[in-house]
């Protein structure tokens, strides 16, 4: 049985988990709203409802803060590829799954302005840079083996080069998607898979996969 200090050190460490939590959540909208150069510690302290003397204790600036949200955009962009891109998506049909990774990159998008910002703003550091490569790659590599289901014949170069200009066309195309009115958004989507489609369809087919 836990002696009381045991208990108490629990407390107190999950208190600081929800209280980081609770930092990086306000960072992300001010971020979002803002951009990250212009993000201080000061308004995320405010947006978290906490001083600035209290941030400080979990984060000594804003590089500590972005160090923290990387981790955590990496693990959330691994879980929504391994469920867009899970087994059995190859074989539907290319305008369902165009249709379904579409809708469901722009919602991801939305919920998360700042990884919009961070990922693909203008002041993109080198470190972020970085981490989007890596993204970029698993990404790459998904789609490769989504192909190869689809089109086992396609040499894997050709494979390669299809996702990586696949994700290129995309990058290319969502922010003209996150910059278009709500009520003009489905309107810009619509051109964004019918890009892919056009490109694609060719390689891959348009029907679903039997096999």
């Known amino acids: 049985m836990p002696t009381r200090q045991e208990t108490t050190a629990v407390r107190r460490q999950e208190r600081g988990r929800r209280r ?22 000061n308004a995320i302290a405010a947006r978290a409802g906490i001083s600035p003397g209290s941030l400080y204790q979990f984060f000594r600036n804003k590089d500590e803060i972005l160090a923290a949200l990387v981790p955590r955009y990496t693990e959330r962009s691994h879980a929504f590829w391994d469920a867009q891109l899970a087994a059995g ?50 990404i790459a590599d998904r789609l ?5 289901v689809r089109a086992p014949d396609l040499p894997e170069e050709r494979r390669r080069m299809l ?4 994700i290129s066309a995309v990058n290319g195309m969502f922010p ?11 309107a810009v989507l619509a051109e964004l898979r019918d890009l892919l489609r056009g490109y694609l369809a060719p390689h891959l087919g348009l029907g679903p996969v039997q096999r």
Not at 27 to 34: C, F, P, T
Not at 93 to 112: G, N, S, T, Y
Not at 163 to 166: E, K, R
């Open 176 to 186: 003209l998607v996150m910059a278009a009115p709500p009520e003009e958004r489905p």
């Open 89 to 138: 998506a190859a074989r539907l049909p290319l305008e369902e799954l165009l249709d379904r990774v579409v809708a469901a990159m722009a919602a991801f998008k939305a919920e998360r302005p700042a990884f919009w910002v961070l990922f693909h703003g203008s002041a993109t550091s080198e470190q972020l840079a970085g981490v989007a490569k890596e993204l970029h790659e698993g």
């Open 20 to 41: 980081m939590a609770e930092i990086l959540d306000a960072a992300e909208e001010v971020i979002a709203e803002v951009g990250f150069e212009d993000a201080t510690t």
């Open 144 to 148: 490769c083996a989504l192909f190869a």
């Open 163 to 166: 996702a990586q200009v696949a």
